[in-house]
Structures are given as C-alpha cells and as structure tokens.
C-alpha cells in the first residue's frame, strides 16, 4: 500500500523565523512529489518534483527531493502571518496513464505575529 | 478563467437520501478525479477518470458511483448518503503535459454534512 507520511503534523513559530517540513514516502512505483498550501478552501499547487537535488524555488518557499532516502522537504525562510495554512505533500503514481496522487496528512503551521 | 468549479459549496443531507456532486473544468484537461477530505486522514481518492468515457476506483469508492458525462464534466453521485459520508469533497483535474507547472487543479470544495 502506498504510504505518505509528513512530519510535524503541527507547528507554531513567530513570524520571520525559518521553517522545515517533511515528507517521507514509500510507494510501489514513483514518478513525482507535489506540494500543496491549503488555507480555507483549495489546495493551491506550490511544487512538483521529479529529479533528486534539484532545489525548487518560489520567493521564501524552496523543496528538494531525496529519491534514495525517499523523502522531501519545504522551506520556508522569514515566515509571515499570510503562510499559516496546512502544507500537503502527495506522490503521484503512475498507472498506464492513469495517474494518480496519493496525500500524506499535511502539517498544519501558525505563524504568530 | 474558472479553473475547477464545483457546486453546491454547502449540503446537508438526512441519513438514506441521494445527491450529486456536480464538478466542470474549463482547461480541457483530461484527467480528473474526486477526494475527500477527513479530519486526520487527508485527501483520499475515490474515483478517478483518465479519458472521457473512463472510471476508476481509487482509495475508497464504497458508497459512491462517478459519470465522466463529457470531457469538461465529472459528477459525483451518493446513492443513500450515511453520517460516514460526512466530509468535504474536492473535485481536481489535471493533464500530464502541463502537470509540472500548475500541478493538479483542485476546485473550492464541497462541505457536506449527513445528518
């Protein structure tokens, strides 16, 4: 059974501090991570990686992807109120074209002012 | 540009009552998908359409049935809704040459309680 497993599932820190999350996968075929924020509503798409040590970058968010210790992480550098969400991680699994996302929990994080 | 639009936002369902989720893209993607999502569990799949014309059952599709009506719609149907079945549902399309810059979609949810 395909598994994902993010850690911490909760974290609160104080706005302009760094932050780590994780996400660990064991999956019977693998073809790419993703990470999703999801405040009230969507989860809206931050990343997809393929390729282990290629750090992805979007302004204070960055990803990279370890595909022999099958694991991922999101940065989060100078936090801000405004990056209080739950962070998704999922695996997409290919299927003969039928691909498919499978999610980890998420890891709830509260920037306080 | 919509993206994935899902409705109705809100139901309330008493227990042995059927609905359908309604959910349309506007990306011409061609795969699309249905989850839910639980407190603590995540987003579970529940059926998935690769093609107009194709379903699959993913994770968890007890209780649920899908139509792929056309290449833009994928409905979501509870034949006897059960308090099990409360939860939110996300409708999510996607297209595998464009996955690596907007991944897959997903629309704004459907909060649905069964009572």
């Known amino acids: 059974e395909d598994k994902v497993v993010q850690s911490p599932l909760s974290l609160v820190v104080h706005e302009g501090d760094t932050v780590t999350l994780n996400c660990s996968y064991e999956?019977?075929?693998?073809?790419?991570l993703l990470w999703y924020k999801q405040e009230k509503k969507a989860p809206t798409f931050l990343f997809m990686l393929?390729?282990?040590?290629i750090e992805k970058k979007s302004g204070r968010l960055s990803s990279i992807l370890d595909k022999k210790e099958l694991f991922s992480i999101l940065n989060i550098t100078a936090t801000q109120t405004g990056d209080s969400a739950v962070y998704l991680c999922?695996?997409?699994?290919?299927?003969?074209?039928?691909?498919?996302?499978?999610f980890g929990t998420g890891t709830r994080l509260t920037i306080i002012p | 540009n919509a993206g994935v639009t899902q409705t109705p936002k809100f139901q309330v369902l008493k227990t042995g009552q059927s609905m359908t989720l309604q959910c349309a893209q506007d990306?011409?993607?061609?795969?699309m998908y249905w989850y839910r999502q639980d407190p603590g569990m995540g987003l579970r799949l529940i059926y998935y359409?690769?093609?107009?014309?194709?379903?699959d059952k993913g994770e968890v599709p007890n209780g649920y049935n899908v139509s792929r009506l056309n290449k833009r719609e994928f409905s979501l149907r509870l034949e006897s809704a059960a308090p099990s079945q409360t939860s939110v549902y996300f409708c999510?399309?996607?297209?595998?040459?464009?996955?690596?810059?907007?991944?897959?979609?997903f629309g704004s949810g459907t909060r649905l309680t069964v009572v």
């Open positions: 999510a399309s996607s297209e595998g040459r464009d996955r690596w810059l907007t991944g897959y979609t």
């Open positions: 999956v019977t075929n693998f073809r790419s």
């Open positions: 393929t390729s282990s040590g």
């Open positions: 999922a695996v997409e699994v290919p299927n003969f074209g039928n691909e498919k996302l499978t």
């Open positions: 990306m011409n993607h061609n795969s």
């Open positions: 359409s690769a093609s107009e014309g194709t379903t």
